[in-house]
């Protein structure tokens, strides 16, 4: 659906071909952005792994320099600001790779997701985020790791803070709140931000992640906000940021971040 009147925001949660489920190149990606009144775009494309973890969804290591090719060509050729990024899974054990791997490149800007209870788990209720039996277990071990997430502190912001919710997992908001305070702290304690991801809106939740009632948590204590469509497709850039704009501000937000190597700033949300 198109927006009439563009909003003025970054989109920070971007794919390409290489991931091996989603279309096209960067540049693409930011001409597209750029003709919708995107202010800025970041490339955060799954982050190569090098023990086989999540391998059917990201590109390969050896594939990685192809990745910042095509994003030095889009920061050449497209109108607007493009920032290097990645998606990166947390999962244990990822900082062995992961912290050599994000000291090694100039990136702007590392969103941190958990798309998986346990990847190595032979038992599927054990390894992903499907509908499970005991919503509240689920979402308390999923919270469990996007704290454990924080803690590492290689992250810049936390993905689709709500997840579960694609797949139902529907729980009381007491219990929820219980599952994902402690989490929001050490998010908090990271300097951490989380993002607006407007996917959510064309998928089962019809709505964006976080709920509102996670980002009104996440604005007291003073986590930080960036926004993103996670398109994997040039077409999807910047879609639903209207509805993301107003959940902001229903949450209590006037502000949003905008990152350069790894450092945030502050700008003023749209009419605010
Ligand atoms: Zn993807
Ligand atoms: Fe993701
Ligand atoms: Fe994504
Ligand atoms: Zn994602």
């Known amino acids: 659906m198109a927006e009439s ?4 925001l970054p989109d920070y949660h971007t794919h390409n071909r290489l991931c091996q489920h989603a279309e096209s190149v960067p540049l693409d990606y930011a001409r597209e952005a750029a003709a919708r009144g995107v202010t800025e775009l970041a490339a955060t494309d799954h982050c ?4 086989g973890f999540g391998r059917e969804h990201r590109m390969r290591l050896e594939e990685f320099p192809t990745y910042l090719d095509w994003v030095r060509e889009a920061q050449a ?3 607007i600001p493009v920032l290097l990024g990645v998606e990166a899974d947390y999962y244990p054990g990822c900082e062995r790779f992961l912290s050599g791997f994000l000291a090694r490149h100039p990136f702007d800007v590392v969103l941190g997701s958990v798309h998986f209870l346990d990847y190595w788990a032979r038992d599927p209720a054990r390894r992903t985020l499907a509908h499970a039996p005991d919503a509240g277990a689920l979402w308390r071990a999923y919270f469990a ?4 997430l924080a803690d590492t502190g290689l992250y810049d ?10 797949f139902g ?3 009381a908001a007491a219990e929820l709140r219980e599952a994902a305070l402690p989490a929001l702290d050490r998010l908090a304690a990271a300097g951490m931000a989380v993002e607006i991801n ?3 809106l064309r998928h089962s939740p019809l709505a964006c992640y976080p709920s509102l009632e996670l980002l009104a948590w996440a604005r007291e204590r003073d986590i930080g906000l960036t926004f993103g469509s996670d398109a994997h497709a040039p077409e999807r850039v910047g879609e639903g940021f209207a509805a993301a704009l ?3 501000k229903a949450a209590g937000y006037r502000e949003y971040r905008v990152y350069r190597g790894r450092r945030p700033e502050a700008r003023p949300l749209p009419g605010c």
Request: net charge negative; proline share 12%; glycine share 6%.
């Open 5 to 8: 009147t563009p909003v003025r």
């Open 198 to 200: 407007t996917s959510g």
């Open 145 to 148: 790791h996007i704290g454990s």
């Open 169 to 171: 997992n529907a729980l």
């Open 246 to 248: 107003e959940l902001a």
């Open 48 to 51: 190569p792994t090098d023990d």
């Open 77 to 79: 050729m497209a109108p």
């Open 157 to 166: 912001v936390a993905a689709h803070l709500d997840l579960p919710k694609r």
